[in-house]
């Protein structure tokens, strides 16, 4: 029979190998937790850019609709120079008139580009800063992928060797569990109380060690007293109470008695 190795080495390999596995684990949860984040995220930038986008082309229409009043007071202005040129006079009124105009187009046109200029801006700006977040976003993404892969196979490591400490450690046992078995069958003293009257073997000062009985009860080859088991249950009541013992105590202990191996009732088909 096979001696069994040592245990240290395996046990090292299980508990290495669960201590691995369930670092895998949380560092593959923080990953999956950042992964959701980063995830949800880009899906609000996409909702904000469409909100964005959106807001540009309503700019951009409202400025073609100014634009469109702006040839309206150019058109104005150019028929009001044309019936001045027509009439070959310009009156107090009119030239007033075409001169408030002319500079309400200038102040209009001023402030109006300065204006559209600044929002055009902002909002590209806007635009530039969610895309920039968003490769950012997706870089991150593709890093927590390469890292997952990395814990993975972390676990799966961890996981093996935790297999292979698990089950040397198995086979070292049954083998432990052979020797023991081989031992107990091929020695003489199987229990550790008497199999007559149950008093513990390491108490009896005179044991022989060579059988599974005290020797008050047993000596020679031979049991001392050859009585029947209820009237050796009265003997042994007897000493308990001399101790000591209280009525429960006894009663419990004369109740183990009958299930020690003296008294066992072995089948037969002899009568």
């Not at 046990?11 to 201590?19: A, P, V």
């Amino acid at each position: 029979m096979n001696l069994p190795s040592s245990n240290n080495l395996w046990t090292l390999f299980l508990t290495g190998g669960i201590l691995i596995m369930i670092f895998s684990f949380s560092e593959l949860e923080e990953i999956r937790s950042k992964y959701n984040e980063y995830i949800i995220s880009l899906e609000k930038s996409k909702e904000i850019k469409t909100q964005l986008n959106k807001s540009l082309e309503n700019y951009r229409n409202q400025l073609r609709l100014d634009f469109k009043d702006l040839i309206k007071i150019h058109k104005n202005i150019e028929l009001a120079d044309s019936l001045t040129k027509n009439t070959n006079s310009l009156t107090d009124t009119v030239r007033i008139n075409r001169l408030l105009a002319e500079n309400n187009m200038r102040k209009f046109e001023s402030n109006k580009s300065k204006k559209d200029l600044k929002t055009l801006y902002e909002l590209a700006e806007d635009d530039e800063s969610i895309d920039k977040l968003n490769s950012a976003k997706r870089k991150q993404i593709e890093f927590l992928e390469e890292n997952k892969k990395d814990y993975f196979f972390l676990l799966i490591l961890g996981a093996a060797l935790a297999i292979l400490g698990f089950f040397k450690l198995m086979v070292n046992q049954r083998t432990t569990d052979k020797i023991l078995i081989h031992q107990y069958l091929n020695s003489e003293v199987k229990y550790l109380k008497c199999q007559s009257c149950g008093m513990k073997l390491e108490f009896d000062d005179n044991f022989d060690k060579k059988s599974n009985y005290c020797s008050f009860c047993y000596s020679n080859g031979a049991f001392n007293h050859e009585l029947s088991e209820k009237e050796f249950k009265v003997l042994i009541d007897g000493k308990l109470k001399e101790i000591g013992f209280s009525k429960v105590q006894r009663l419990l202990f004369l109740w183990k008695v009958s299930s020690l191996e003296r008294w066992q009732i072995e089948f037969t088909w002899n009568k």
